[in-house]
């Protein structure tokens, strides 16, 4: 784990955060509701996010010649850039409660599950994707880092010689 890998990491992380501050607070009517428009930009976003880690992958096996930089590379971006966007939603539902629980996709999700408060759904939905999503979309950085990396070995050897 290099302090590269965790400063994009946290770059990342960063850039998701502002994205869910805007989409739950400065701009809510964008969250929680199925659209095209919502379904395009989050489509954008993900395709962006494995385009990240699958070229930090290929960069570091160019750099290393090490198959398995490119793995710890992606997982470790991944996790640190999703903690980050997951504790920014942890804030967020806290901080702006009144906001967040205006989302019709909450509210339906709210009112179909054992909780006595949308507080309440919410911190537990919020820290159970800590022990539950985190560690599959750490586990699919590290398949994007492999991806990138194998892709230098397919592409970029052949381009050296």
């Known amino acids: 784990m290099t302090l590269e890998n965790l400063k994009l990491g946290a770059l990342v992380g960063l850039v998701l955060s502002a994205a869910i501050l805007i989409t739950n607070v400065v701009v809510p009517s964008l969250a929680g509701h199925p659209s095209p428009d919502n379904g395009f930009s ?55 409660i009144s906001i967040v629980a205006q989302q019709p996709e909450k509210i339906w999700l709210f009112e179909h599950s054992r909780f006595p408060d949308m507080r309440s759904y919410l911190n537990h939905t919020n820290l159970r994707a800590f022990w539950t999503v985190l560690p599959v979309i750490t586990l699919f950085g590290a398949i994007c880092g492999l991806v990138g990396g194998y892709l230098y070995l397919l592409v970029g050897r052949r381009d050296e010689r």
Do not use: H, P, Q, Y
């Not at 962006?48 to 096996?61: E, H, M, S």
């Not at 590379?73 to 901080?95: P, Q, R």
């Open 42 to 96: 989050e489509g954008i976003g993900w395709i962006i996010v494995i385009a990240i880690l699958c070229w930090v992958g290929f960069l570091k096996v160019r750099r290393t010649s090490r198959i398995g930089d490119s793995v710890a590379a992606g997982a470790v971006i991944s996790f640190v850039a999703f903690a980050m966007a997951m504790s920014t939603f942890l804030v967020i539902d806290n901080l702006f």
